[in-house]
T-cell receptor, first 114, second 115 residues
Framework: GNSVTQMEGPVTLSEEAFLTINCTYTATGYPSLFWYVQYPGEGLQLLLKATKADDKGSNKGFEATYRKETTSFHLEKGSVQVSDSAVYFCALSDRDNQGGKLIFGQGTELSVKP | ETGVTQSPTHLIKTRGQQVTLRCSSQSGHNTVSWYQQALGQGPQFIFQYYREEENGRGNFPPRFSGLQFPNYSSELNVNALELDDSALYLC??????????????FGPGTRLLVL
């Protein structure tokens, strides 16, 4: 079945460090890929998405490129801030015409220290 | 534009009881999905409603049921509560439910504790 695997956390970085959170997926067909962020005590917010191979999603300095050949969608940011501390979830959706149920990874907690 | 809202925010129940959680979808959205997020885990898909009909279901037992109303708001009902039902329940709405590429917009969740 379809699945998403993320690198385990927690990830602890100093402010202005470079961030990579790895995400790989297994899916039949051509899924859409998403990164969601969850701040403490809140629901999920869409961070970025990509809907076909080689697409790059970007938002708030975060980027991820849909790599079909490596079935990956790694999240990157060049310079993290304390306010980026949160849990990040990679997800896929692959059901056209029946609605897209999201399949999530287990989440990666990021802690950024001043 | 009003986002997705959920009620209540927190709830405490005992084993064997029944619970109803509510969700109002974002304006203009006709599809609602429900997810269960256990502590420290990613959300798990429960089911989705599109124009008042169930439109896909995850691996949850029949004691998890739902409804969608003509205004596209939705309820999640859980009967015979078990301790493992303790989780954050998330509702998400999307514009049309017919594209996997659509963004789902999440509410803040209802945190359920079963004692």
């Amino acid at each position: 079945g379809n699945s998403v695997t993320q690198m385990e956390g927690p990830v602890t970085l100093s402010e202005e460090a470079f961030l990579t959170i790895n995400c790989t997926y297994t899916a039949t067909g051509y899924p859409s890929l998403f990164w969601y962020v969850q701040y403490p005590g809140e629901g999920l917010q869409l961070l970025l998405k990509a809907t076909k191979a080689d697409d790059k999603g970007s938002n708030k300095g975060f980027e991820a490129t849909y790599r079909k050949e490596t079935t990956s969608f790694h999240l990157e940011k060049g310079s993290v801030q304390v306010s980026d501390s949160a849990v990040y979830f990679c997800a896929l959706s692959d059901r056209d015409n029946q609605g897209g149920k999201l399949i999530f990874g287990q989440g990666t907690e990021l802690s950024v220290k001043p | 534009e009003t986002g997705v809202t959920q009620s209540p925010t927190h709830l405490i129940k005992t084993r064997g009881q029944q619970v109803t959680l509510r969700c109002s979808s974002q304006s203009g959205h006709n599809t609602v999905s429900w997810y269960q997020q256990a502590l420290g885990q990613g959300p798990q898909f429960i089911f989705q409603y599109y124009r008042e009909e169930e439109n896909g279901r995850g691996n949850f037992p029949p004691r998890f049921s739902g409804l969608q109303f003509p205004n596209y708001s939705s309820e999640l009902n859980v009967n015979a509560l078990e301790l493992d039902d303790s989780a954050l329940y998330l509702c998400a709405s999307s514009p049309s439910g017919d594209r996997a590429s659509e963004t789902q917009y999440f509410g803040p969740g209802t945190r359920l504790l079963v004692l």
